[in-house]
């Protein structure tokens, strides 16, 4: 007996999706989350969307707002979720993504990934007759970014044409974050150090694309007038905490003087974990500008969203 046939779609990269389509998800992220309001965390939402539903999370990477957002995510639509970690299941002994993404297509109705390298997302989502969402890989991390522009709209309004500044390693963020300035329209420019600049390859879709994305190797010129100011750890999870890589995005610490290079009225957001002291200082994530509180808790809206899109229910 096979899988029955379903309507389904994958989120692995901002680019691969619609604009109209994600402009359709945050738009409904947004209704969603207002209408809970009162309401306990528990509490499953009206008409419960994604009632006998089942979502695998597998993890090969450490994770703490990934999991909750994602379990919480599932449990106030109504449906249930597995948490698997990698190295716990046959793909940390050697089977193949390819027969893994087989078998659990006939046990869960969706898979979330948050996986080591981007290949194994794309392979997943090739080999499997559900869809996968990519919940942060070496290469991207675009649910992340779609509670990001949900947190840029609820504080600045309308992100089409808003001034964006990103500074720091041209990391799996950052790529998402160029993604994004494409499909939802502002403007972006990323400060990085000469060597840890974004991919060329994105770079160059973003320039195709007509996207609005300027790289600088300096933080001040990144900042200027920014209406938003965008950073992420130094030193991503698995990498080697070297000392020329530190060195290097020194210059790049997001501190007082440099938020107020920045519109007067510009926020601060960071994906988290911080690194206090390095990336950022105290008084920035601390500070009356800093909204990643809202920014975290806005990555169960964005992901009840996606979810409910992913598996046909928007």
Not at 40 to 65: H, I, N, Q, Y
Not at 81 to 95: A, F, T, W, Y
Not at 127 to 143: F, K, M, Q, W, Y
């Amino acid at each position: 007996m096979g899988v029955a046939a379903s309507h389904y779609q994958h989120f692995l990269d901002l680019k691969d999706v619609p604009k109209e389509t994600l402009r359709h998800i945050l738009d409904t992220a947004k209704l969603w989350k207002n209408r809970r309001e009162g309401m306990s965390k528990g509490a499953v939402d009206e008409g419960a969307p994604l009632s006998g539903k089942t979502l695998a999370m597998v993890f090969e990477k450490s994770s703490t707002r990934t999991r909750i957002s994602f379990e919480m995510a599932m449990q106030q639509l109504g449906g249930s979720s597995i948490i698997l970690q990698g190295s716990s299941m046959q793909l940390g002994r050697g089977e193949t993504i390819a027969d893994t993404a087989r078998v659990m297509s006939r046990y869960v109705d969706a898979i979330m990934l948050r996986a080591n390298t981007h290949a194994a997302v794309e392979e997943l989502a090739e080999e499997g007759e559900v869809p996968v969402i990519n919940a942060l890989t070496d290469r991207s991390h675009p649910c992340q970014l779609m509670a990001d522009v949900l947190t840029l709209e609820e504080h600045l309004g309308p992100v089409q044409g808003k001034k964006i500044a990103w500074v720091g390693d041209g990391n799996n963020v950052a790529t998402s974050l160029i993604e994004a300035a494409v499909q939802f329209d502002f403007s972006l420019t990323l400060g990085c150090p000469d060597n840890l600049m974004p991919e060329t390859d994105v770079l160059n879709w973003a320039k195709a694309a007509g996207g609005d994305v300027r790289v600088v190797d300096n933080a001040s010129d990144a900042v200027g007038g920014a209406n938003a100011v965008f950073t992420d750890t130094w030193i991503s999870m698995g990498d080697d905490r070297t000392g020329a890589k530190l060195k290097a995005l020194e210059p790049f610490q997001v501190n007082d003087s440099l938020m107020a290079k920045a519109h007067n009225d510009a926020i601060f957001l960071h994906c988290l974990p911080a690194h206090r002291g390095e990336e950022v200082t105290n008084s920035v994530i601390d500070g009356p500008q800093s909204v990643v509180w809202d920014e975290a808790e806005n990555r169960l809206h964005a992901q009840k969203a996606i979810l409910a899109w992913c598996l046909g229910v928007i």
